[in-house]
């Protein structure tokens, strides 16, 4: 490429480019497709911007940022050559990548940076100034002295005093000469300085010149190897700095990222980790949202689960704060549990299809709504930065870049030949995103893993088979190999003589259902205890089950015989049940047996149920039936409610629920990947903008299928046929507030001045108003 070829601007650079290297472009930036330009200079004008080159910047690996540093380095235009020098490796793929994103232009061949990029990048690599910008703090007679002492002719030109110090300090030769004969430890002071660029004046005189330089300081000042920014500060001049550094702008460069630190893991033991971890959770996930069916505790007023809540749910199941935050979390993004009306948090309607799934199935909601969550969980129980505790479920545990950084730092595990640690890990992610990094990735990755292994996505330090399958889009995989994982369960139990139920795994859904219902859970583990006692069998009564079912369902489930003291409790606690009937008077209270009444007339726990006598076989209460119930159960006894037919009101207690989420668009941190469509026609809408503006045709007709400015029949005839054929188009659109946007549509129809369409730019179904419509174009129409 000629000098006179050379393109002037990265509009010019663009307007050069193939279609599918615009495409490339517009693939690695997504951003400048929101809406889409109207034409290459738009295009290029927001790829300069500082919010798309600061985003740009951020996904650049560290090789490629510190080819952009040489460029930095170096004046426009850059010789490629001359980065390969300063770089100390060939930077070909990263150059290529970086005019690929349109961060610099030119290329073959000399190329040019965008400004934004120098502005972001900043001094690149702890450099300095060059020369001519640094010296232009002196005034014209400190630099006729600093040309007097490097025995360079004067000039009465301040600029050309400036430029001809420039030019003799980037001489290798000449730096190399000057320096031979400074005086003792001006050399030493000197290469101080090389990795910072900056020093104190240490007491020296910012103003000296050679014949009066009374220490080091002094005499790399009076010769410009060192410039006084202020009046305590010395810079090193860029071109000082390089010749300091051996020509190079870093000491290392990093072609490539670190290997991940793995150590071998035993395969067995990963599977068994996992599937344990797996199978907790699950059963966290189950116990927690049971427990707030029954009692759900208060969303904050500043949303969010109160620290005491917390604590009381932790400590009932008998779950670490991590595990039940993570659980709570992953059960909030799976739509499983929501507040209700802000007042509550309560399981949805959702939860009743999952409790009954398998713990595979189970397993499988819980991962894979963690896994895309913007939620971190990890931050519950710190504090904010006005000290403010973060509690789980709260506003301020969203972090937009945990998603792609849970990505990422799983797909450094599976990358990996064994366990890999979580500090080996922020190092491999470091390298592939630099300026993404700090204290808060290396506690997001920390987090990550953690919570990976308490889901059994990772096991030991290694990624599952289930994991690597849910990682790479395939959940029927991942569900499936968890399945494999997973104990099979049981389909019976042990009934012991001291009321208890063992289970010696994990038992089916349905069992475990119908045992929770009859007993209560002691305790958990490898074997589940279930003991029955005069409330549970109670609770199973109330739900409609009668004495020979619970005895028939008993003996079903069990490989030993019904002890006879189980069979007893069953038996008496039926006797007793439903004797006492409640009914509204409040309430009341009602039994064939008189003596049944005296003693609950007569016990002092009665009296906060203001109790009153209306006849031998009935008594009034002030308070609830419900109240009146929970308290005689209290009391010992088994009342029955009854409806005002007076008839036995049995069955399950109608659970509390939620009612169903409605999902939000989830802001990211990164736009979504385009797709082919869409770029396809993104070109071609841009090209045909190109040419429309270049002829001065926007306003007045068509350009390669463009219909701009054309009378609505015109548009209505695109938009018809359109729908006829179900191809796509590029629309031109104006809304009611004035903004214009251009966007990728798929009409659906055509009626009453609307037209109905999918629009890839919302990815929803929506209704534009034919009027507003300001140009068309078919998508599948050739340039």
């Given at each position: 490429m000629?000098?006179?070829?050379?393109?002037?601007s990265?509009?010019?650079?663009?307007?050069s480019?193939?279609?599918?290297?615009?495409?490339r472009?517009?693939?690695?930036?997504?951003?400048?497709?929101?809406?889409v330009?109207?034409?290459?200079?738009?295009?290029?004008?927001?790829?300069a911007?500082?919010a798309s080159?600061?985003?740009?910047?951020?996904?650049?690996?560290?090789?490629?940022?510190e080819?952009v540093e040489?460029?930095?380095?170096?004046?426009d235009?850059?010789d490629p050559?001359d980065v390969?020098?300063l770089?100390?490796?060939?930077?070909?793929?990263p150059?290529e990548s970086l005019?690929?994103?349109g961060?610099?232009?030119?290329?073959p061949?000399?190329?040019?940076?965008?400004?934004?990029?120098?502005?972001?990048?900043?001094?690149?690599?702890?450099?300095?100034p060059p020369?001519t910008?640094?010296l232009q703090?002196?005034?014209?007679?400190r630099?006729?002295q600093?040309?007097?002492d490097?025995?360079l002719p004067?000039?009465g030109?301040?600029?050309?005093a400036v430029?001809r110090v420039?030019?003799?300090i980037?001489?290798?030769?000449a730096?190399d000469?000057?320096l031979?004969?400074?005086?003792?430890g001006?050399r030493?002071a000197?290469e101080?300085l090389?990795?910072?660029s900056?020093?104190a004046?240490?007491r020296?005189?910012?103003?000296?010149?050679a014949?009066?330089?009374?220490s080091?300081?002094?005499?790399?000042?009076?010769h410009?190897?060192?410039?006084a920014?202020d009046s305590?500060t010395?810079?090193v001049?860029?071109e000082?700095?390089?010749h300091l550094r051996g020509e190079?702008?870093?000491?290392?460069?990093?072609?490539?990222?670190?290997?991940?630190?793995?150590?071998?893991a035993?395969?067995?033991r990963?599977?068994?980790?996992?599937?344990?971890?797996?199978?907790?959770?699950v059963q966290?996930?189950?116990?927690?949202?049971?427990?707030?069916?029954?009692?759900?505790?208060?969303v904050?007023?500043?949303?969010?689960?109160g620290?005491?809540?917390?604590?009381?749910?932790?400590?009932?199941i008998?779950?670490?704060e991590?595990?039940?935050s993570?659980?709570?979390?992953s059960?909030?993004?799976a739509?499983?549990?929501?507040?209700?009306?802000g007042?509550?948090?309560?399981?949805?309607r959702s939860?009743?299809d999952w409790?009954v799934a398998?713990t595979?199935?189970?397993w499988?909601?819980?991962?894979?709504?963690w896994?895309?969550s913007?939620?971190?969980a990890?931050?519950?129980?710190?504090?904010?930065?006005?000290?403010?505790?973060?509690?789980?479920?709260?506003?301020?545990?969203?972090?937009m870049?945990?998603?792609?950084?849970?990505r990422?730092a799983?797909?450094?595990?599976a990358?990996?030949d064994g366990?890999?640690p979580?500090e080996?890990?922020?190092?491999?992610?470091?390298w592939?995103?630099?300026?993404r990094?700090g204290?808060w990735?290396?506690d997001?990755?920390?987090?990550?893993?953690?919570?990976?292994?308490?889901?059994g996505v990772?096991g030991a330090?290694a990624?599952?088979?289930?994991?690597?399958?849910?990682?790479?889009?395939?959940?029927?995989?991942a569900?499936?190999?968890?399945?494999?994982?997973?104990p099979?369960p049981v389909?019976?139990?042990?009934?012991?003589?001291?009321?208890t139920?063992?289970?010696?795994?994990?038992?089916?859904?349905?069992?475990?259902?119908?045992?929770?219902?009859m007993?209560?859970?002691?305790?958990?583990?490898?074997a589940?205890?279930?003991?029955?006692s005069?409330?549970?069998?109670?609770?199973?009564?109330?739900a409609?089950?009668?004495?020979?079912?619970?005895?028939?369902?008993l003996?079903?489930?069990?490989?030993?015989?019904v002890?006879?003291?189980l069979?007893?409790?069953?038996?008496d606690?039926?006797?007793?049940h439903?004797?006492?009937?409640?009914g509204?008077?409040?309430a009341?209270?009602?039994?064939?047996d008189p003596?049944?009444?005296?003693?609950?007339v007569?016990?002092?726990?009665?009296?906060?149920?203001?109790?009153?006598?209306?006849?031998?076989?009935?008594?009034?209460?002030?308070?609830?039936?419900?109240?009146l119930?929970?308290?005689?159960?209290?009391m010992?006894?088994?009342?029955?409610?009854?409806?005002?037919?007076?008839e036995?009101v049995?069955?399950?207690r109608?659970?509390a629920?939620?009612?169903s989420?409605?999902r939000?668009t989830r802001q990211?941190?990164?736009p979504?990947a385009?797709?082919d469509t869409?770029?396809?026609?993104?070109?071609?809408?841009?090209?045909?903008?190109?040419?429309?503006?270049?002829?001065?045709a926007?306003?007045?007709g068509t350009?390669?299928?463009?219909?701009?400015?054309?009378p609505?029949a015109?548009?209505?005839?695109?938009l018809a046929?359109?729908v006829?054929?179900q191809?796509?188009?590029?629309?031109g659109?104006?809304?009611?507030?004035?903004q214009?946007s251009?966007r990728?549509v798929?009409?659906?129809?055509?009626e009453?001045g609307?037209l109905?369409?999918?629009d890839?730019?919302?990815?929803?179904?929506?209704?534009?108003?034919?009027h507003?419509?300001?140009?068309?174009?078919?998508?599948d129409?050739p340039?």
């Amino acid at each position: 490429m000629t000098e006179t070829t050379r393109p002037r601007s990265l509009a010019d650079d663009l307007r050069s480019r193939s279609d599918d290297e615009l495409a490339r472009l517009l693939r690695s930036r997504p951003d400048l497709l929101n809406p889409v330009p109207s034409d290459v200079g738009t295009l290029a004008a927001r790829a300069a911007t500082r919010a798309s080159v600061q985003r740009a910047l951020d996904n650049l690996d560290l090789f490629a940022l510190e080819v952009v540093e040489v460029l930095c380095a170096l004046a426009d235009p850059v010789d490629p050559a001359d980065v390969e020098r300063l770089l100390g490796a060939a930077p070909g793929e990263p150059l290529e990548s970086l005019r690929t994103q349109g961060l610099l232009y030119g290329a073959p061949g000399p190329v040019s940076l965008v400004r934004t990029v120098r502005e972001l990048v900043g001094p690149p690599a702890g450099l300095g100034p060059p020369a001519t910008q640094a010296l232009q703090t002196y005034g014209p007679a400190r630099l006729q002295q600093l040309l007097a002492d490097l025995d360079l002719p004067g000039t009465g030109d301040p600029v050309a005093a400036v430029d001809r110090v420039g030019e003799l300090i980037a001489d290798r030769a000449a730096f190399d000469k000057l320096l031979s004969g400074a005086p003792a430890g001006a050399r030493e002071a000197l290469e101080s300085l090389t990795w910072t660029s900056t020093g104190a004046l240490q007491r020296a005189r910012r103003d000296v010149d050679a014949a009066s330089a009374a220490s080091p300081v002094e005499w790399l000042l009076a010769h410009g190897l060192v410039v006084a920014a202020d009046s305590s500060t010395v810079v090193v001049p860029r071109e000082v700095g390089l010749h300091l550094r051996g020509e190079r702008v870093h000491a290392v460069v990093h072609p490539v990222p670190p290997a991940p630190a793995a150590v071998p893991a035993d395969r067995a033991r990963v599977a068994a980790t996992a599937s344990h971890s797996a199978a907790r959770a699950v059963q966290v996930a189950e116990d927690v949202l049971r427990l707030w069916s029954e009692t759900p505790p208060r969303v904050l007023r500043t949303g969010g689960l109160g620290v005491r809540d917390r604590n009381r749910a932790a400590a009932v199941i008998g779950v670490d704060e991590a595990l039940l935050s993570l659980v709570l979390e992953s059960s909030w993004e799976a739509g499983l549990l929501d507040s209700q009306e802000g007042e509550t948090w309560l399981p949805t309607r959702s939860y009743d299809d999952w409790r009954v799934a398998s713990t595979s199935s189970r397993w499988l909601a819980l991962a894979t709504a963690w896994l895309a969550s913007t939620r971190v969980a990890g931050l519950a129980g710190s504090r904010d930065s006005r000290d403010r505790v973060l509690v789980p479920l709260g506003p301020d545990l969203d972090r937009m870049a945990a998603p792609g950084l849970r990505r990422s730092a799983l797909d450094v595990l599976a990358g990996a030949d064994g366990a890999v640690p979580p500090e080996s890990v922020a190092e491999v992610l470091h390298w592939h995103g630099p300026r993404r990094g700090g204290q808060w990735r290396d506690d997001l990755v920390r987090w990550s893993l953690h919570e990976a292994e308490m889901l059994g996505v990772v096991g030991a330090g290694a990624l599952t088979e289930p994991g690597r399958a849910l990682l790479a889009g395939d959940p029927a995989r991942a569900e499936q190999l968890m399945a494999a994982l997973l104990p099979r369960p049981v389909d019976h139990v042990l009934l012991q003589a001291d009321l208890t139920a063992v289970a010696p795994g994990p038992l089916r859904p349905d069992l475990d259902a119908e045992l929770r219902l009859m007993a209560d859970v002691e305790s958990t583990g490898s074997a589940t205890v279930y003991r029955f006692s005069a409330g549970s069998v109670r609770r199973a009564l109330d739900a409609g089950r009668t004495a020979d079912e619970i005895q028939r369902r008993l003996e079903g489930a069990s490989q030993t015989p019904v002890p006879q003291p189980l069979s007893y409790l069953v038996t008496d606690v039926a006797r007793r049940h439903g004797r006492l009937r409640v009914g509204a008077a409040s309430a009341y209270l009602y039994c064939d047996d008189p003596a049944v009444l005296d003693e609950v007339v007569a016990d002092r726990r009665s009296s906060a149920l203001l109790l009153r006598r209306l006849a031998p076989t009935v008594v009034a209460s002030r308070v609830s039936a419900e109240t009146l119930l929970d308290r005689l159960r209290e009391m010992g006894h088994a009342p029955a409610a009854e409806n005002e037919a007076g008839e036995v009101v049995l069955g399950p207690r109608r659970s509390a629920r939620a009612s169903s989420r409605r999902r939000t668009t989830r802001q990211v941190s990164e736009p979504a990947a385009p797709r082919d469509t869409l770029l396809t026609a993104a070109v071609r809408a841009i090209r045909a903008g190109d040419r429309a503006s270049s002829a001065g045709a926007r306003a007045t007709g068509t350009v390669a299928g463009l219909l701009v400015g054309r009378p609505s029949a015109d548009v209505l005839a695109a938009l018809a046929e359109a729908v006829a054929a179900q191809s796509s188009l590029w629309l031109g659109y104006v809304n009611a507030e004035g903004q214009a946007s251009q966007r990728i549509v798929e009409p659906i129809a055509v009626e009453g001045g609307y037209l109905t369409a999918f629009d890839h730019l919302r990815d929803e179904v929506r209704t534009f108003s034919v009027h507003r419509i300001t140009g068309v174009a078919a998508v599948d129409e050739p340039a």
